[in-house]
C-alpha cells in the first residue's frame, strides 16, 4: 500500500501575492474578505513547491464585500423550514474585526466565539430573557505565547470539559500561514485564562515544521476525557490516539483506527448511545480503494477500534478530486446516525453527494437521501465537503451545502424525521459570497441554531416545531431531594434525573470544528420578572447521549439571581426539561 503523500515533508510556501490575499491578522481593522479553506496534510503537500497553484486556487474562492446585506438565494426563499436573525453585534466594542468562528457553548449558558485564526476571543451573554439575538459582547483572555510564539490557530480540535473548562489543540493554519501546529490551550472562564497544554510525548515536528495535531479530531468520551487522534501520524498506530489528564494535562496512549491505511487525517468523531466512538474511514486501502466505505467503532472499555461496517455507497470525495474530505454525520433521537458524503462532483464523478444511515441499535447500513442539485446556478450538485450539521430540538437535521469544494453561494436544508430533504431560507448576510466551510452550528438553550460565517455578526436559526417529550431531560432530586426546595446565592446543588445530555452531541462539522452540547445547561426563570438566569454548571457524572440513562450534575446559583420564586429546568441540545419550583433566598 502506497502512503497517502505522508512521505512529503514540510508546510507550505506561500507567496506574497497569497499572504496579501489571506488578509492575516496583522490588519485587525478589515474583516476577513477570503477565507482558506479547511485542507487535507496530502492536499496541502501538492501545492508545497508550487505557490503559483497556490495563489491560483486562493483567487478562486469567494471574496466577501461585506458593503451590504446580500441574501443567498438564487431563486424566491423558500417557504418551509425556520427563519433566520441577526445577533447584535456591538461595534463600540470592536468585535471580532477578522470575524467570528468556533463558537462554544459554555456551562453557564454564555457562549465563547474564536476571533478567526487569531489569538482573540469573545463572549456573548445572553439578554435578561435569555436571548441571545440581543446578548452583550465581552472580550476575554488571548491566547498565550508558547516557545516565543503567538498561538493564533485556525481549524483546530477542541471540547468542553467536564469542569467547564475549554480546550483547544493544533491547527490547521498558524497566523494564517498554512501550517500544521501542535501548539494547544485550556480556557477556564471562571479565572479567565489560558493556560498552554504540551503535546503528547512523541509527537513532534517534522524537519519542515509541521506537527503531528493540526487539524485532528478530537471527543470527549463518555467518563468527560478529552480524546484527540493523530492527525498526521503516519502510520497512526505507532503511538495511537491520546487521552488528557486534565489535573496534570499529560497525556497517555489508546488505540488509534486501524482499518483506514493507517491514516485518519480528515475524519471525524461521533459518540454513540453505547459510548463507542464512529468513525468513518477515508483512507481504506488508499489509492488501490479510491471509494472506501469502511466504518469503525472505538471500544472504550478496551481501548481498541473493532468494525463498524460499511456505508452502503462511499461517503467520501474520491480521491482523484484531491480533498480527501468528507461530510459530517449526527446522532438523531431516534437512535440512528445520520452521515454526509463529501463527493464534490469533480472530473466527471458522479456528482449527487449521498447520505448514510447508522442504527445503532442493530449496527446496520442504510442509504439515505442524496443532497439536492440547487447549488451554482440552480442546477449544479450540492455537497458537504467540510460543512456543517446540527440535529434540531424537532429532531429534523439544519445542514449547509454549497457546489463543488467549497464554492458559494451556500444554501441551508432541513433533513426531516420523514427522510424528506426540504431546502429552507439562506442566511440573511453573506450566503451568496460564501462556500459552506464558511459556517460553524452550535445549538442553543432556547432551541435555536447559532451559526458564525468569519464574518462580524452571527445569525441564529429558529425552528419550527417541537420536540418529542419523551427526548428532554428528567430532573428527580435536587441535593437528595425530590422539588420544589430552595436554594440560596452562591451556593452549589446536586440535580439529579435522567438524559440530562439528550439524546445527540447536538452539532458537527468534522476534523476541523467541534460543537458538541451533550451536556446539562441550567436555567432559572424568576417567576415574578420573567428574568432568565444560567447557572454554572460543572462536573455531570457521565457524557452519554444514551436514551433515560441515570445523569447528575452540579449547579451554582448566581449572585446576581433575583430572589423570590423561580422555575428551574435542564436544558440539553435545546430540549428543556419539565420546570421545577424552587424558591432562591
Given at each position: 500500500?502506497?502512503?497517502?503523500?505522508?512521505?512529503?515533508?514540510?508546510?507550505?510556501?506561500?507567496?506574497?501575492?497569497?499572504?496579501?490575499?489571506?488578509?492575516?491578522?496583522?490588519?485587525?481593522?478589515?474583516?476577513?474578505?477570503?477565507?482558506?479553506?479547511?485542507?487535507?496534510?496530502?492536499?496541502?503537500?501538492?501545492?508545497?513547491?508550487?505557490?503559483?497553484?497556490?495563489?491560483?486556487?486562493?483567487?478562486?474562492?469567494?471574496?466577501?464585500?461585506?458593503?451590504?446585506?446580500?441574501?443567498?438565494?438564487?431563486?424566491?426563499?423558500?417557504?418551509?423550514?425556520?427563519?433566520?436573525?441577526?445577533?447584535?453585534?456591538?461595534?463600540?466594542?470592536?468585535?471580532?474585526?477578522?470575524?467570528?468562528?468556533?463558537?462554544?457553548?459554555?456551562?453557564?449558558?454564555?457562549?465563547?466565539?474564536?476571533?478567526?485564526?487569531?489569538?482573540?476571543?469573545?463572549?456573548?451573554?445572553?439578554?435578561?430573557?435569555?436571548?441571545?439575538?440581543?446578548?452583550?459582547?465581552?472580550?476575554?483572555?488571548?491566547?498565550?505565547?508558547?516557545?516565543?510564539?503567538?498561538?493564533?490557530?485556525?481549524?483546530?480540535?477542541?471540547?468542553?470539559?467536564?469542569?467547564?473548562?475549554?480546550?483547544?489543540?493544533?491547527?490547521e493554519y498558524q497566523d494564517f500561514t498554512p501550517t500544521w501546529t501542535n501548539m494547544g490551550a485550556i480556557?477556564?472562564?471562571?479565572?479567565?485564562?489560558?493556560?498552554?497544554?504540551?503535546?503528547?510525548?512523541?509527537?513532534?515536528?517534522?524537519?519542515?515544521?509541521?506537527?503531528?495535531?493540526?487539524?485532528?479530531?478530537?471527543?470527549?468520551?463518555?467518563?468527560?476525557?478529552?480524546?484527540?487522534?493523530?492527525?498526521?501520524?503516519?502510520?497512526?498506530?505507532?503511538?495511537?490516539?491520546?487521552?488528557?489528564?486534565?489535573?496534570?494535562?499529560?497525556?497517555?496512549?489508546?488505540?488509534?483506527?486501524?482499518?483506514?491505511?493507517?491514516?485518519?487525517?480528515?475524519?471525524?468523531?461521533?459518540?454513540?448511545?453505547?459510548?463507542?466512538?464512529?468513525?468513518?474511514?477515508?483512507?481504506?486501502?488508499?489509492?488501490?480503494?479510491?471509494?472506501?466505505?469502511?466504518?469503525?467503532?472505538?471500544?472504550?472499555?478496551?481501548?481498541?477500534?473493532?468494525?463498524?461496517?460499511?456505508?452502503?455507497?462511499?461517503?467520501?470525495?474520491?480521491?482523484?478530486?484531491?480533498?480527501?474530505?468528507?461530510?459530517?454525520?449526527?446522532?438523531?433521537?431516534?437512535?440512528?446516525?445520520?452521515?454526509?458524503?463529501?463527493?464534490?462532483?469533480?472530473?466527471?464523478?458522479?456528482?449527487?453527494?449521498?447520505?448514510?444511515?447508522?442504527?445503532?441499535?442493530?449496527?446496520?447500513?442504510?442509504?439515505?437521501?442524496?443532497?439536492?442539485?440547487?447549488?451554482?446556478?440552480?442546477?449544479?450538485?450540492?455537497?458537504?465537503?467540510?460543512?456543517?450539521?446540527?440535529?434540531?430540538?424537532?429532531?429534523?437535521?439544519?445542514?449547509?451545502?454549497?457546489?463543488?469544494?467549497?464554492?458559494?453561494?451556500?444554501?441551508?436544508?432541513?433533513?426531516?424525521?420523514?427522510?424528506?430533504?426540504?431546502?429552507?431560507?439562506?442566511?440573511?448576510?453573506?450566503?451568496?459570497?460564501?462556500?459552506?466551510?464558511?459556517?460553524?452550528?452550535?445549538?442553543?438553550?432556547?432551541?435555536?441554531?447559532?451559526?458564525?460565517?468569519?464574518?462580524?455578526?452571527?445569525?441564529?436559526?429558529?425552528?419550527?416545531?417541537?420536540?418529542?417529550?419523551?427526548?428532554?431531560?428528567?430532573?428527580?432530586?435536587?441535593?437528595?431531594?425530590?422539588?420544589?426546595?430552595?436554594?440560596?446565592?452562591?451556593?452549589?446543588?446536586?440535580?439529579?434525573?435522567?438524559?440530562?445530555?439528550?439524546?445527540?452531541?447536538?452539532?458537527?462539522?468534522?476534523?476541523?470544528?467541534?460543537?458538541?452540547?451533550?451536556?446539562?445547561?441550567?436555567?432559572?426563570?424568576?417567576?415574578?420578572?420573567?428574568?432568565?438566569?444560567?447557572?454554572?454548571?460543572?462536573?455531570?457524572?457521565?457524557?452519554?447521549?444514551?436514551?433515560?440513562?441515570?445523569?447528575?450534575?452540579?449547579?451554582?446559583?448566581?449572585?446576581?439571581?433575583?430572589?423570590?420564586?423561580?422555575?428551574?429546568?435542564?436544558?440539553?441540545?435545546?430540549?428543556?426539561?419539565?420546570?421545577?419550583?424552587?424558591?432562591?433566598?
Amino acid at each position: 500500500m502506497k502512503t497517502p503523500f505522508l512521505r512529503l515533508k514540510g508546510m507550505m510556501v506561500l507567496g506574497a501575492a497569497a499572504v496579501v490575499m489571506l488578509a492575516t491578522a496583522e490588519s485587525q481593522a478589515q474583516a476577513l474578505k477570503v477565507i482558506p479553506p479547511p485542507m487535507a496534510y496530502p492536499k496541502g503537500q501538492v501545492y508545497k513547491n508550487n505557490p503559483v497553484a497556490w495563489n491560483e486556487f486562493l483567487a478562486t474562492l469567494p471574496h466577501r464585500t461585506y458593503d451590504a446585506k446580500t441574501v443567498g438565494a438564487d431563486a424566491p426563499p423558500p417557504t418551509s423550514g425556520g427563519t433566520w436573525a441577526e445577533v447584535t453585534t456591538n461595534t463600540d466594542s470592536g468585535v471580532a474585526s477578522n470575524g467570528l468562528s468556533n463558537p462554544r457553548l459554555l456551562q453557564d449558558g454564555t457562549v465563547l466565539f474564536q476571533e478567526a485564526g487569531t489569538q482573540y476571543w469573545w463572549k456573548l451573554t445572553p439578554d435578561n430573557m435569555g436571548n441571545y439575538v440581543d446578548g452583550t459582547w465581552t472580550q476575554v483572555a488571548t491566547l498565550p505565547v508558547i516557545s516565543g510564539t503567538q498561538y493564533a490557530p485556525l481549524y483546530f480540535a477542541s471540547g468542553v470539559l467536564p469542569d467547564g473548562k475549554v480546550i483547544i489543540e493544533g491547527g490547521e493554519y498558524q497566523d494564517f500561514t498554512p501550517t500544521w501546529t501542535n501548539m494547544g490551550a485550556i480556557y477556564d472562564p471562571v479565572a479567565n485564562t489560558w493556560t498552554a497544554v504540551s503535546p503528547p510525548s512523541g509527537w513532534g515536528y517534522n524537519s519542515s515544521g509541521d506537527g503531528v495535531i493540526g487539524d485532528s479530531e478530537s471527543i470527549v468520551l463518555n467518563d468527560g476525557t478529552f480524546m484527540l487522534g493523530g492527525c498526521c501520524n503516519y502510520p497512526d498506530t505507532t503511538t495511537g490516539n491520546a487521552l488528557l489528564d486534565e489535573s496534570s494535562l499529560t497525556w497517555t496512549f489508546t488505540g488509534a483506527p486501524n482499518a483506514g491505511g493507517d491514516y485518519q487525517d480528515e475524519q471525524g468523531y461521533n459518540l454513540l448511545p453505547n459510548g463507542n466512538v464512529l468513525t468513518v474511514d477515508i483512507w481504506t486501502y488508499y489509492p488501490a480503494n479510491e471509494n472506501p466505505t469502511n466504518a469503525e467503532q472505538y471500544d472504550y472499555s478496551s481501548g481498541t477500534w473493532i468494525s463498524a461496517g460499511n456505508t452502503p455507497v462511499s461517503l467520501v470525495d474520491p480521491a482523484k478530486c484531491g480533498t480527501f474530505e468528507i461530510g459530517p454525520a449526527v446522532m438523531r433521537p431516534d437512535g440512528t446516525l445520520l452521515a454526509f458524503g463529501g463527493n464534490t462532483g469533480c472530473k466527471g464523478v458522479p456528482s449527487l453527494d449521498p447520505t448514510a444511515i447508522y442504527n445503532t441499535g442493530s449496527g446496520t447500513w442504510t442509504a439515505g437521501k442524496n443532497v439536492p442539485a440547487v447549488c451554482g446556478s440552480g442546477k449544479t450538485a450540492c455537497d458537504l465537503a467540510d460543512a456543517p450539521a446540527a440535529t434540531m430540538p424537532n429532531g429534523n437535521v439544519l445542514f449547509a451545502a454549497s457546489s463543488g469544494y467549497g464554492d458559494s453561494p451556500t444554501h441551508f436544508f432541513e433533513y426531516t424525521t420523514t427522510g424528506v430533504i426540504k431546502q429552507t431560507g439562506d442566511t440573511l448576510l453573506y450566503a451568496s459570497e460564501s462556500g459552506a466551510y464558511y459556517y460553524d452550528f452550535l445549538v442553543l438553550p432556547t432551541g435555536q441554531v447559532l451559526t458564525t460565517d468569519f464574518s462580524n455578526t452571527p445569525e441564529v436559526y429558529t425552528p419550527v416545531g417541537s420536540p418529542n417529550a419523551a427526548w428532554a431531560p428528567v430532573i428527580t432530586e435536587i441535593n437528595g431531594k425530590a422539588p420544589p426546595g430552595n436554594v440560596t446565592h452562591g451556593d452549589t446543588y446536586t440535580l439529579s434525573g435522567t438524559q440530562f445530555n439528550g439524546l445527540t452531541q447536538g452539532a458537527a462539522f468534522g476534523d476541523d470544528e467541534q460543537g458538541a452540547t451533550n451536556y446539562p445547561i441550567v436555567r432559572l426563570t424568576n417567576k415574578s420578572s420573567g428574568h432568565v438566569f444560567y447557572a454554572r454548571t460543572t462536573n455531570p457524572n457521565t457524557a452519554s447521549i444514551a436514551p433515560g440513562v441515570a445523569t447528575s450534575a452540579s449547579f451554582t446559583v448566581p449572585e446576581t439571581m433575583e430572589l423570590g420564586q423561580a422555575e428551574l429546568a435542564v436544558i440539553a441540545n435545546g430540549i428543556a426539561s419539565k420546570n421545577v419550583q424552587v424558591v432562591v433566598k
